[in-house]
């Protein structure tokens, strides 16, 4: 792990036209932030209803700063204007950095970055947002890998400084450079780390999860241990924390991190983590998870 981003700052091409492929939690948040701190973003989606959940969600945002008083009326419509919602790739020629923000599907991620590479001019930094893929992984089948590297924000992304930039084998110093200055730009901090499932954060955070999800399965009652991990010190427990992060992400991530780490995360039968999302409990995507949402 390398723990300056610093040393990239100086070769930094500017970023002033960004897009996020994905209008969901993560592509939602990342498109309020770049909005927020003056960076015009595209954000693209397969679902109308998606793009205007994200809308929704960037307009709660800014009316919250607004109540405030940390912006005027006038001021959240002229930042609400760098969000450009969109189901085409119409303006996609002029994007300097384009954030992917999909499901958390190595397949899907993959037919969608070779599309907009394909589509994105030669200098175009294209990045992904998974929690856990490689890298390496993803980059297999772009024509352009050194312009690629991981760009991975925290849930919510307004509210968590750190992001992860991660560099691949063959990403090259241009590509962390412009993400590590659209990290700052957006008001995070970014550390870049090496390639490798789950990255830095989350080989911390699944085998914890892991964790609670045992604990369940020897019957613990969830909402005890998220009182107990809150008095820990931690700011929300485990059951909730999954409620906010998404069942179905959580799922998906973990068969990742069990395939790169088979001797440490790969489990027999299914998981209490399994059987909520078997259950379409996603958490509060959908209104339910652990707990019961409005
Ligand atoms: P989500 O399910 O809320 O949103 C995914 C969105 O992608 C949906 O709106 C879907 O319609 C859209 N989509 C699917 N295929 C598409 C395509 N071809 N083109 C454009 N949009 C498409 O998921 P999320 O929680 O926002 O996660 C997105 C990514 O961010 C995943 O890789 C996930 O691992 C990662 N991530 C999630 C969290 C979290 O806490 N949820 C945190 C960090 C990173």
């Not at 954030?99 to 200098?123: I, R």
């Not at 009182?227 to 059951?239: D, L, N, R, S, T």
């Not at 489990?267 to 995507?285: F, S, W």
């Amino acid at each position: 792990v390398k723990k300056k981003a610093g040393k990239y700052e100086k070769q930094s091409q500017s970023v002033k036209q960004t897009a996020v492929l994905g209008a969901g939690i993560m592509g939602g948040g990342i498109a309020y932030q770049s909005a927020s701190k003056g960076t015009p973003i595209l954000m693209k989606d397969i679902k109308d209803e998606a793009i205007e959940l994200g809308l929704k969600e960037a307009r709660k945002l800014f009316s919250k700063q607004v109540e405030r008083k940390k912006l005027t009326a006038e001021q959240m419509a002229e930042k609400l204007t760098n969000i450009r919602p969109t189901l085409s790739y119409g303006d996609f020629g002029n994007v300097d950095l384009v954030v992917e923000a999909v499901v958390e599907n190595p397949k899907v991620k993959d037919a969608v970055l070779t599309e907009v590479e394909g589509l994105v001019s030669e200098d175009t930094i294209l990045t992904s947002n998974t929690s856990t893929i490689s890298i390496n992984r993803l980059a297999q089948n772009l024509k352009r890998p050194e312009n690629f590297c991981g760009m991975h924000f925290f849930n919510p992304v307004h509210r968590m400084p750190l992001v992860e930039v991660i560099r691949g084998e063959k990403t090259g110093d241009a590509a962390v450079a412009a993400t590590v200055a659209y990290a700052r730009a957006m008001g995070k901090t970014p550390i870049v780390v090496n390639d490798c499932p789950g990255f830095l954060v989350n080989r911390v955070l699944f085998p914890y999860f892991g964790g609670f999800s045992s604990l369940m399965e020897h019957g613990a009652d969830f909402q005890h241990v998220d009182k107990v991990m809150e008095k820990f010190g931690w700011p929300m427990g485990p059951a909730y924390l999954l409620d906010v992060v998404g069942l179905d992400t959580a799922v998906h991530a973990n068969e990742v991190m069990a395939e790169g780490f088979p001797d440490r995360m790969a489990r027999d039968g299914k998981t209490a983590i399994q059987v909520m999302y078997d259950n379409e409990r996603l958490g509060q995507k959908n209104d339910k998870g652990f707990y019961a949402y409005e």
